[in-house]
């Protein structure tokens, strides 16, 4: 569990959130309502991710790099990028291994930890 203190920068924040993993997708929800952020998903199909990348308004966005069925997020990272709203990638794969296909973004190894997601979207997000 996280201390108690919360940035305030991060209340109010609305984050896509695209995660494969069921059970890591709720509790990474949970925690980033838990900092007061509002969260679009969690989604795990890039089809879902793709349109709410899109259509919605959002601050930033968490992209695991592999979605359900085996899609990768790099079209949603592109859409990211063409909107300029930036985005943590957070992969089980090596981080030297996605930057290349992600460019210049921060990126989690999984397992990560809730104060690594809280660290990282501080660091994106101006401060208060």
Known sequence: MLASSVPS?????????AENEVVTGLALSCELTRLGCQVLGPLQRLEEALAVAEA???????????????ARSTAVAE????????????????AEEVKGEYGDCLVLSKPYSPKEVQKALARMTPAA
């Open 9 to 17: 920068s991060l209340s109010g924040l609305r984050v896509l959130l």
């Open 56 to 70: 919605e308004s959002f601050d930033v966005a968490i992209l695991d790099v592999a979605l359900q069925g085996g």
């Open 79 to 94: 859409a990211l990028r063409r909107r300029a709203i930036p985005f943590i990638v957070t992969t089980g794969y090596r």
